[in-house]
């Protein structure tokens, strides 16, 4: 562990900055933590630093709306040369009211996963994942499709009804958020939750022997930003109460704690997603065996669209 370095994207606050912390109290010798603005995840790495005593944060700067951005970021690690041990695709939040495309065209919910392909992409193509490296990315609950007010699209009736069949299309006018899909906050992030469990099981079909990569939901942590775009009411009156009533609610620490867990997971799981036991949002995590998360078709199909709209693409081993 002392030998290992981790790269956390989405530190400057909440389930990053926890997961930050954790990290190097658990002895990494290397925690590489990432933000939009260098000057503020600058501040963040040296914030870390004095609360634990240990000098082993590197700021990165990293926007995941902006390819540009990515493929400076990659720049930087590629000068660094280390191998990374543990990938911790952590940014993502909860959509407003109002439709939001991000400068490449890509519906602000989805958009963390897609800079999140092209940052797990480029260090595979640049070797700087170690022949054991741990992926984890951040799942949510409501991609189970059981969670009250969030529900997922059905991306075959979608394809049928206005894409000739064709579900890396439809995928695709979710991602990019088309005109003709109508926008919903809750539902745009859990198809953004859901299209997270498709591409790991994707990427681990993809990953050479020894990798592995897991989708795991922090479960429910009102406390980060991730809910900084919901409405008044529910930020006054809905927040609060699930705070009040036992297993609707966790610590940023708490909720952390399950990304390090995944850490250790073994090959045999990988592409997996862990969550809350069905219907809760707190508490152990275990692997959701719903169909619709398992469906290959539907991985493959995300996985494609993905590509398409990142413009990268890590092949299917022949």
């Not at 498709?198 to 990569?213: I, Q, T």
Request: aromatic share 6%; proline share 7%; hydrophobic share 45%.
């Amino acid at each position: 562990m002392e030998h290992s370095i981790a790269l956390v994207t989405g530190t400057t606050s909440g389930l990053g900055y926890a997961a930050a912390r954790l990290l190097a109290a658990e002895g990494r010798r290397e925690v590489i933590v990432t933000g939009r603005s260098l000057a503020r995840v600058q501040e963040t790495a040296a914030q870390l630093a004095a609360e634990i005593k240990k000098p082993v944060f590197t700021p990165l700067e990293l926007d995941l709306d902006k390819p540009s951005s990515v493929q400076s970021a990659l720049a930087e690690l590629v000068k660094g040369g280390l191998p990374i041990d543990f990938l911790l695709l952590n940014a993502g939040m909860v959509g407003g009211k109002k439709r939001v495309l991000t400068v490449a065209g890509i519906e602000a919910t989805h958009a963390p996963l897609i800079g999140h392909h092209q940052l797990t992409i480029g260090l595979l193509r640049a070797n700087l994942l170690s022949p054991n490296a741990r992926i984890v990315i951040a799942g949510a609950e409501p991609a189970r499709g059981d969670i009250p007010m969030f529900s997922y699209t059905n991306v075959a009736a979608l394809a049928a009804a206005k894409y000739n069949g064709d579900r890396s299309a439809a995928v695709e006018a979710l991602v990019r958020s088309r005109p003709d899909v109508k926008y919903e906050p809750n539902r745009a992030y859990a198809d953004a939750k859901l299209l997270v469990a498709w591409w790991a099981a994707a990427l681990a079909r993809r990953l050479p022997p020894g990798m592995a990569v897991y989708a795991v939901s922090p479960g429910s942590a009102p406390d980060t930003k991730a809910v900084r775009n919901l409405g008044p009411v529910m930020k006054s009156l809905m927040i609060p109460l699930t705070k009040l009533i036992p297993g609707m609610s966790q610590t940023p620490e708490a909720a952390s704690r399950r990304y390090l867990q995944a850490s250790k997971f073994g090959t045999d799981v990988s592409g997996l997603f862990f969550a809350s036991a069905p219907k809760k949002l707190t508490g152990p995590i275990e692997v959701m065996r719903h169909p619709h998360l398992h469906d290959r078709v539907n991985q493959e199909a995300a996985w494609k669209a993905i590509v398409k709209v990142s413009g990268v693409d890590f092949p299917h081993p022949q």
